[in-house]
């Protein structure tokens, strides 16, 4: 049987922040903060398509939507998660701040997360 990986990924203006789970897994396969790069993204989440099925998700705006079509020439399926239906964990000072976050924005891809498109 295939894996399956997820993908989630916050979009800003100047950075991407990407976090890839398998199958099931709570634990991160990779996880990475990397300026906004569009190449980069797909060719990042590009890899993981030889390993087995690739399910991406980020949240809405004019970065996830430019992303998503890149992907998609990539032919990568990515999910557009509209931004207010993304969990936000708020900043408490504990130790899986970071990972409970990655899990969350992988959750989008899980389809955890409503789609405004996909």
Not at 5 to 29: F, N
Not at 38 to 64: D, F, L, P, S, W
Not at 72 to 89: D, E, G, M, S
């Amino acid at each position: 049987m295939q894996s399956v990986y997820y993908v989630g990924m916050d979009v800003h203006k100047d950075s991407v922040r990407m976090t890839i789970l398998k199958d099931t897994e709570k634990t991160t396969v990779y996880e990475a903060t990397f300026p906004n790069d569009i190449a980069r993204t797909v060719k990042a989440v590009g890899k993981y398509t030889t390993k087995g099925r690739v399910v991406a998700g980020c949240e809405a705006g004019c970065m996830g939507y430019t992303l998503q079509r890149s992907l998609a020439t990539a032919q990568i399926y990515c999910r557009v998660i509209a931004a207010n239906k993304v969990p936000r964990l708020g900043e408490r000072k504990d130790q899986d701040r970071r990972s409970r976050r990655g899990i969350d924005r992988a959750g989008m891809a899980r389809q955890e997360r409503r789609s405004v498109h996909a």
